[in-house]
């Protein structure tokens, strides 16, 4: 299955981009697009700090489990390669 972009999509350059700031900035205004970006900021760096203590987790779960870890091997076999 292809995924295509959308007609409108493909042809927004760099003056299509500017175009829809200019109006986004007329029509919110200033002060409004700036609250706005800070709360988008404070969410990427929401995200960012719980992916970093997800990782911290699984790591001390992993560290955990290791430690835990049981010998298993049948007494002839340890003894075998002894």
Known sequence: MFLTTPLFIQNVGLP???LIAVVVL???GRG??????GEVGKGIT????GVS??????????EDASETAKDVTPEKDKSEKS
């Not at 409004?32 to 970006?37: F, G």
């Not at 203590?53 to 992993?62: C, L, P, R, S």
Request: no cysteine; hydrophobic share 55%.
């Open 32 to 37: 409004k697009v700036s609250s706005l970006m």
């Open 46 to 49: 929401a995200f960012k700090k």
């Open 16 to 18: 299509g981009l500017i």
């Open 26 to 28: 007329l029509m919110f």
């Open 53 to 62: 203590e997800g990782k911290e987790e699984m790591d001390a779960a992993i």
